[in-house]
């Protein structure tokens, strides 16, 4: 007999994902959408979807599936740093890159980034446009203007920079971090794409990008708290995420999330090969 279907948890409820994979405890599956509304199946167009399932017997959830890029599960280097390579040049420093988001890391017009880091300004705007997204002009207002001092509170709230490795348990939904998200997620005309490459422009080190190229490739369409559980998990990634950026000539600036995202991003573009 099948019991109660479970609640979606609130950060779930919340996201903008447009289908979540349930498994609470051995029942059947449960799709529902964004808004919470019950599906049979998922759609046609599925491309790959996170299962969830209670973590502990107080009813706590936990995201367990995410799959790493092919060149990331291959022990070999070879075709991640063939990607990087690809992507930001074989002299990265002299931007001979045919990709515009070579730049989105170091781009830096005024040379106030680093004083910058706790406000959303001008520069981050034309940063996003490298990752071929543009910002709609409500939303730029209020990030640069009517909610300039909101948002500003927010990246304090979320603290300096650091390593998603380092997050090693699961966040509340009252985090700083989902708060951020979720307000950015909501500007008019914006959406989780854009949201994560503005908050990764902020904190490039904490939050990866998200896309459907990169949702198709990890066969996951949620992909901050997969990807910290990973890490959480296998810690070692973090180091070989380092040593391909090491290893491609690139700046500090380029987090290992950064490699992540663009070692994913090449792959679903154009083969693992």
């Given at each position: 007999?099948?019991?109660?279907?479970?609640?979606?948890?609130?950060?779930?409820?919340?996201?903008?994902?447009p289908l979540i994979n349930l498994h609470p405890g051995g029942?059947?599956?449960?799709?529902?959408?964004?808004?919470?509304?019950?599906?049979?199946?998922?759609?046609?167009?599925?491309?790959?979807?996170?299962?969830?399932?209670?973590?502990?017997?107080?009813?706590?959830?936990?995201?367990?599936?995410?799959?790493?890029?092919?060149?990331?599960?291959?022990?070999?280097?070879?075709?991640?740093?063939?990607?990087?390579?690809?992507?930001?040049?074989?002299?990265?420093?002299?931007?001979?890159?045919p990709f515009t988001g070579a730049r989105f890391d170091t781009?830096?017009?005024?040379?106030?980034?680093?004083?910058?880091?706790?406000?959303?300004?001008?520069?981050?705007?034309?940063?996003?446009?490298?990752?071929?997204?543009?910002?709609?002009?409500?939303?730029?207002?209020?990030?640069?203007?009517?909610?300039?001092?909101?948002?500003?509170?927010?990246?304090?709230?979320?603290?300096?920079?650091?390593?998603?490795?380092?997050?090693?348990?699961?966040?509340?939904?009252?985090?700083?971090?989902?708060?951020?998200?979720?307000?950015?997620?909501?500007?008019?005309?914006?959406?989780?794409?854009?949201?994560?490459?503005?908050?990764?422009?902020?904190?490039?080190?904490?939050?990866?990008?998200?896309?459907?190229?990169?949702?198709?490739?990890?066969?996951?369409?949620?992909?901050?708290?997969?990807?910290?559980?990973?890490?959480?998990?296998?810690?070692?990634?973090?180091?070989?995420?380092?040593?391909?950026?090491?290893?491609?000539?690139?700046?500090?600036?380029?987090?290992?999330?950064?490699?992540?995202?663009?070692?994913?991003?090449?792959?679903?573009?154009y083969g693992a090969a």
């Amino acid at each position: 007999m099948v019991g109660p279907e479970p609640e979606l948890p609130q950060s779930l409820e919340k996201t903008r994902d447009p289908l979540i994979n349930l498994h609470p405890g051995g029942q059947r599956d449960l799709f529902v959408n964004a808004h919470g509304r019950k599906l049979d199946a998922p759609p046609d167009n599925e491309i790959g979807l996170p299962r969830v399932r209670p973590r502990d017997p107080h009813g706590r959830w936990e995201i367990v599936s995410m799959r790493l890029p092919k060149s990331l599960q291959d022990p070999d280097d070879h075709r991640a740093l063939a990607a990087l390579t690809r992507y930001y040049g074989q002299a990265p420093a002299e931007h001979s890159s045919p990709f515009t988001g070579a730049r989105f890391d170091t781009w830096d017009s005024t040379g106030t980034r680093h004083a910058d880091r706790h406000r959303f300004t001008a520069d981050d705007l034309v940063a996003v446009t490298f990752l071929s997204v543009h910002v709609p002009a409500q939303a730029a207002v209020r990030l640069l203007d009517t909610q300039a001092a909101h948002f500003a509170d927010l990246l304090e709230q979320l603290g300096e920079d650091r390593d998603l490795v380092e997050e090693r348990e699961p966040w509340s939904d009252d985090w700083s971090g989902w708060i951020l998200w979720r307000e950015l997620d909501a500007l008019p005309g914006v959406g989780p794409t854009i949201a994560s490459k503005l908050l990764a422009r902020k904190r490039p080190r904490l939050r990866p990008i998200y896309d459907t190229v990169v949702a198709g490739v990890l066969g996951s369409q949620l992909l901050w708290e997969p990807l910290r559980a990973h890490l959480a998990a296998d810690p070692e990634l973090h180091g070989r995420l380092l040593r391909l950026r090491d290893q491609a000539n690139l700046p500090a600036a380029v987090s290992a999330l950064r490699v992540f995202d663009v070692v994913t991003w090449m792959e679903g573009k154009y083969g693992a090969a």
